[in-house]
């Protein structure tokens, strides 16, 4: 397990704070991310952690609190240096996304279309979609549009979309919700091998328990806005606190 | 201690099961409410207005800044103006045939059959052809612009776009305001063409006017400050067909309802704008041109 004294996080929320008129959903979140981690973040439906990983990606504007990704805090940032940034993260959304205007070949190449140099030794857009499409074994599906794809099929091209710039950090925002067990299961260790395939770190969002035992370093707990509780799986299965186990009762 | 303006806007008796006339007279202050909902409904649109007119500015700023999307330009060009020849087509031609057999009529009445082909120009390429293809155009192209850009705003498919480090109002937003107001002017002169084929069809079979004459006599009637008016208006009628669909997509929200109110809406707002901007347009002609 990483000593937090002794590595740098590549990834640090500070004391967040977000609220939408009256409904204040961050009150005073924090986090840090090692580098090569996998960090689950649970909370029930509404507790606020989807707003808080759109705040970590620039999309919600937090109303205090600080960011920072790779020693660069992003509530300070212009456009231009943000969409940069972006580049060394992948984010899969909970819907998955895709554009339904453009066929899975499209869809890949997009994120590719204005950051070509960012990718050391780019031998090809062809090669570079081929290749991550391999990686979440859909390479059949290339030409078919994301309405001829069931949903475990589309969560599994916006996953090849969001490593297609190679990021060294990947956001997962609910990843298996929608999809039946077999196919969360298939999505789950698809996450496992990519981030030992890349070294990735990996901060996901989910109230799937099955999702963070297999995949979590350490986990946190959300509740009412702020860290409710920290540690691995094993920590807070067997902790005695009712508000914690009502997380781990199936 | 409450204050007076939240007493004054309590009772909900929307639900109440007291007959209505009886609330009325019990609580004065419904009456209250429908003032306040007034004044509530005024604010939001011409804060709405706002809105939009920064959003205008986000468009001029963004605009001339490279990178260009020129692919999707060229794209959104073919989507709104090809797609829609056909639908301007069949208006006009029934614009022109209409209009013609209406005036018939009344013109004979004076013994004026003579002056159709310059009346019928005129209005169609002044006011009717651009007005009533820009209004079929807010419907087609301003509807279909609020519904894509909506849909795409609630699957979160515009964050995806701004995740990936593409900016989605240059890719999506600037690319149809610039392709309606490219392709706006042509659709109107291509729409006022047909028009008057349509007309000199009418004369043709009803006045025993040759399609030769007719058109002469449409030629000899208009001049160019008959056409440049008409071509900068619909300029303009383009810019806002783009800007409003764009806005009401971008600023969609409520799900899949919020997407049939942008659309609805889109088509509403550029209703009323494109006759705004035909008011302005005809006052601005008459001071330089002298109509």
């Keep these: 397990m990483n000593s937090e004294k002794n590595i740098k996080p590549v990834l640090e929320l500070k004391n967040l704070h ?3 008129g009256d409904n204040h959903v961050l009150k005073g979140f924090k986090l840090k991310l090692f580098e090569g981690e996998n960090l689950v973040v649970m909370g029930k439906s509404g507790s606020g952690k989807s707003v808080m990983v759109k705040c970590l990606v620039g999309l919600i504007q937090p109303d205090s609190g600080s960011i920072t990704i790779k020693d660069q805090d992003i509530t300070t940032m212009g456009h ?5 940034l972006r580049t060394e ?3 899969l959304f909970q819907g998955s996304a ?4 453009m066929t899975v070949r499209e869809n890949l190449e997009f994120p590719l279309r204005r950051h070509k140099d960012k990718i050391e030794n780019f031998q090809g857009t062809e090669i570079l979609v081929k290749e991550a499409l391999e990686n979440v074994g859909l390479a059949h599906a290339i030409d078919l549009m994301p309405a001829e794809l069931s949903g475990g099929m589309q969560r599994r091209v916006a996953l090849a979309r969001a490593l297609i710039l190679k990021p060294k950090i990947i956001m997962y925002d609910e990843p298996t919700t929608g999809l039946d067990p077999i196919t969360a299961k298939e999505i789950i260790h698809l996450m496992r091998n990519i981030q030992k395939k890349y070294q990735t770190s990996s901060l996901i969002i989910t109230h799937d328990v099955d999702c963070a035992r297999v995949i979590s370093n350490r986990m946190i707990l959300l509740v009412d806005g702020i860290n409710y509780a920290e540690g691995t799986f094993e920590e807070l299965s067997k902790s005695d606190d009712p508000q914690i186990q009502a997380f781990f009762k199936n | 201690m409450r204050s007076l303006g939240t007493l004054l806007t309590i009772p909900d008796l929307n639900h109440s099961y007291l007959p209505k006339s009886l609330l009325n007279l019990i609580f004065p202050f419904n009456k209250m409410n429908k003032a306040n909902a007034i004044i509530l409904k005024t604010k939001s649109f011409f804060a709405e207005i706002g809105d939009m007119t920064l959003f205008a500015g986000r468009f001029f700023r963004e605009v001339f800044r490279p990178p260009f999307e020129f692919r999707e330009l060229l794209r959104q060009c073919y989507n709104m103006g090809n797609r829609s020849l056909l639908l301007v087509g069949v208006t006009g031609f029934i614009l022109g045939l209409v209009f013609t057999l209406q005036s018939r009529p009344t013109l004979m009445q004076f013994g004026a059959e003579s002056w159709m082909a310059s009346m019928v120009s005129l209005s169609i390429v002044r006011e009717i052809g651009p007005v009533i293809i820009a209004l079929i155009c807010a419907g087609r192209i ?3 612009i609020g519904a894509e850009l909506g849909s795409m705003r609630v699957t979160e498919q515009i964050d995806a776009m701004e995740v990936s480090g593409t900016n989605p109002f240059k890719y999506l937003v600037v690319t149809r305001i610039v392709a309606t107001t490219l392709m706006l002017p042509l659709l109107i002169i291509m729409g006022d063409a047909i028009a008057l084929l349509g007309s000199a069809i009418v004369e043709n079979l009803k006045g025993d006017v040759s399609y030769m004459l007719y058109f002469n006599q449409v030629f000899d009637a208009l001049k160019f400050s008959d056409l440049l008016p008409a071509t900068i208006k619909s300029v303009f009628f383009g810019f806002a067909i783009g800007l409003v669909g764009c806005y009401k997509g971008y600023h969609c929200s409520k799900g899949t309802v919020g ?5 609805n809406s889109a088509v509403v707002y ?3 704008l494109l006759f705004i901007i035909d008011f302005i347009a005809v006052f601005v002609t008459d001071i330089f041109f002298e109509i």
């Design chain 1, 18 to 20: 977000k609220s939408f």
């Design chain 1, 98 to 101: 895709l554009y339904d205007s």
């Design chain 1, 80 to 84: 231009k240096e943000l969409d940069l």
């Design chain 2, 270 to 272: 550029i209703s009323m």
């Design chain 2, 259 to 263: 997407v049939g109110e942008a659309s």
């Design chain 2, 142 to 144: 301003g509807s279909g």
């Design chain 1, 89 to 91: 993260i992948g984010f």
